[in-house]
């Protein structure tokens, strides 16, 4: 089975930056993507960014925009996220998944996930 380990997370100040990884490991690794989400407390999971493995085409949340970049490293089947510009709001355990699929009845299928990773931006 392919796990997934995030690692990056920490504390850091608002206007301060942060990189997120995600390696992937357990056997051959293919995706579609890869994904980061995150959920802060008391709050719903939210996409934040994904990578189209093989172009490396990006999508990002509204929300992370020209802030954040996620990037991959393929050789070590390892997806990271830059965080830029940090805010308050940004505050959430976060997540790394990896695409398995995609209908229009259930969107994007998500079959794995690592255990997360804690960012904490202080104002």
């Known amino acids: 089975q392919v796990q997934l380990v995030e690692s990056g997370g920490g504390l850091v100040r608002a206007g301060g930056s942060l990189r997120l990884s995600c390696a992937a490991s357990?056997?051959?690794?293919?995706?579609?993507?890869m994904g980061w989400f995150r959920q802060a407390p008391g709050k719903d999971r939210e996409f934040v960014a994904a990578i189209l493995w093989t172009s490396g085409n990006t999508f990002y949340a509204d929300s992370v925009k020209r802030r954040f970049t996620i990037f991959r490293d393929i050789a070590k089947a390892t997806v990271y996220l830059q965080m830029n510009n940090l805010k308050p709001e940004d505050t959430a355990d976060y997540y790394c998944?990896?695409?398995?699929?995609?209908?229009?009845?259930?969107?994007?299928?998500?079959?794995?996930w690592g255990q997360g990773t804690q960012v904490t931006v202080s104002s």
């Open positions: 357990g056997g051959t690794f293919s995706s579609l993507s």
């Open positions: 998944a990896a695409q398995t699929g995609y209908s229009v009845l259930a969107g994007y299928k998500y079959d794995y």
